[in-house]
């Protein structure tokens, strides 16, 4: 097991490097810099203020000079400045991440209490109500832009009924109450969507699943349908849906830039679409390599979840 893990950290490290060659070269294909963005388009600011303050950001320097600067800080553990604050970029997602964590958790937490009972129940009435709207929930889910359901979500809920807030965020230590409330929108909204993909694959894996051999077997031996149905089939048919969750965790890290904006929350999402518009080059390398890397540990946490779903499985 400690073998495994060692060669699947050491088999990411192209990966991410090939991410952050790839962030650092696209951002400089992009028009305009930070220092553009500073003095604006119409300001009145001579060629050499410009060239001065380029000079300042270091970046007069050659291309691959500023990637091997920057990259042989990352291996220090510093991220770099951000251009426009100064701030340590580490030191803004230290404080953004725990928001983006907890929009995540509950938006996957929203879409297991969905999608489980909804994909067990469509698998085992074949055919009936639950499967048609079972099948046409996975459709919707899939096919919605998650901005118009949170726009959607924001128009009944916050607008017209009045019950939740429509935007903005309190910190979970500073009032518990209120931070649940102004999260469970965005939560939603995250949730609904990903719901759809779980409800159709754990559907199609417990029919699979229901349809084996020892499945057969246990109900010929007298066993409760109940037992059959959660003890035997849902464990087996959850390795594909923990595949999916996996995958989907990690791609809402980032991914969850536009919930983010659009209910105002202080997430890595939002820090990161900030910094692109602002060309503020460490804070867009810096973030994107570290969702990255969050990304990489959370598929490898995944693979380790198998060995405890299916004992079968076992990684020397």
């Known amino acids: 097991m400690v073998g495994y893990v060692v060669n699947r950290l050491l088999a990411a490290i192209p990966t991410l490097l090939g991410v952050a060659i790839i962030t650092f070269l696209l951002m400089r294909a992009v028009p305009g810099?930070?220092?553009?963005?500073?003095?604006?388009?119409?300001?009145?600011?001579?060629?050499?203020?410009?060239?001065?303050?380029?000079?300042?950001?270091?970046?007069?320097?050659?291309?691959?000079?500023?990637?091997?600067?920057?990259?042989?800080?990352?291996?220090?553990?510093?991220?770099?400045?951000?251009?426009?604050?100064?701030?340590?970029?580490?030191?803004?997602?230290?404080?953004?991440?725990?928001?983006?964590?907890?929009?995540?958790?509950?938006?996957?937490?929203?879409?297991?209490?969905?999608?489980?009972?909804?994909?067990?129940?469509?698998?085992?009435?074949?055919?009936?109500?639950?499967?048609?709207?079972?099948?046409?929930?996975?459709?919707?889910?899939?096919s919605v832009p998650g901005f118009f359901l949170a726009l959607l979500l924001i128009l009944l809920f916050a607008l017209a009924l009045g019950w939740l807030p429509p935007a903005g965020f309190v910190p979970l230590a500073e009032n518990p109450v209120q931070n649940f409330r102004h999260m469970v929108l965005p939560a939603l909204s995250l949730g609904l969507i990903l719901a759809g993909a779980v409800t159709r694959i754990l559907r199609s894996s417990m029919l699979e699943v229901l349809s084996r051999d020892y499945i057969r077997t246990a109900r010929a031996k007298g066993l409760s349908e109940r037992v059959v149905i959660f003890r035997h089939a849902l464990r087996n048919a959850l390795i594909p849906v923990v595949t999916v969750i996996g995958i989907q965790f990690g791609s809402l890290l980032g991914g969850a830039v536009i919930i983010e904006q659009v209910f105002s929350l202080p997430g890595v999402g939002r820090f990161a679409l900030e910094g692109i518009n602002l060309r503020d080059y460490p804070v867009v390398q810096g973030t994107v390599l570290f969702v990255a890397t969050a990304a990489v540990l959370v598929n490898l946490l995944v693979d380790l979840l198998y060995s405890l779903i299916d004992p079968r499985i076992r990684y020397e």
Do not use: C, K
């Not at 600011?45 to 500023?66: K, S, T, W």
């Not at 553990?77 to 997602?93: C, N, Y």
């Open 33 to 142: 810099d930070v220092v553009t963005s500073l003095v604006g388009l119409e300001a009145n600011v001579n060629p050499e203020r410009m060239a001065e303050l380029r000079r300042l950001f270091g970046l007069d320097l050659p291309l691959h000079v500023q990637f091997g600067q920057w990259l042989g800080a990352v291996l220090q553990g510093d991220f770099g400045s951000s251009l426009r604050t100064g701030r340590e970029v580490a030191q803004d997602l230290a404080l953004r991440f725990p928001v983006t964590l907890q929009l995540t958790l509950m938006g996957l937490l929203t879409a297991l209490l969905i999608a489980v009972p909804l994909g067990v129940l469509a698998a085992i009435r074949r055919g009936g109500f639950v499967d048609y709207f079972a099948s046409f929930f996975a459709i919707l889910g899939l």
